[in-house]
């Protein structure tokens, strides 16, 4: 857990991924049209990864992407997208220092 939380405010932006999955990828671009630069961790690719993704499902993220914004946890791909159509995404990002335009 402490991990989890360690990995998540190293950037404004940090995203838990696996790299094969489709949703995951949509999440990244989404933020990569946007301009964030953000963190990304592949959990098929890291030792140990298995663990994260068992803690990100205790704290209330049971499925990839876990999208982290400001250090708190927003949510995977439904809550993100959700935020984006009703266009709180973007004052987010500004808020959490990842968007300075």
Not at 62 to 71: M, S
Not at 86 to 97: D, H, V
Request: with cysteine; aromatic share 6%.
């Amino acid at each position: 857990m402490e991990r989890v939380t360690n990995l998540a405010s190293e950037r404004p932006v940090v995203i838990f991924s696996n790299s094969t999955c489709c949703m995951c990828h949509t999440i990244k671009t989404l933020f990569n049209e946007f301009g964030v630069n953000f963190a990304v961790h592949e959990l098929d690719e890291m030792p140990r990864g298995r663990e994260i993704e068992q803690a990100l499902s205790r704290i209330g993220c049971p499925t990839l992407p876990a999208v982290f914004i400001g250090g708190e946890l927003v949510g995977g791909a439904n809550e993100v997208m959700s935020l984006h159509l009703n266009r709180s995404l973007i004052p987010m990002l500004k808020r959490a220092g990842a968007l300075w335009v």
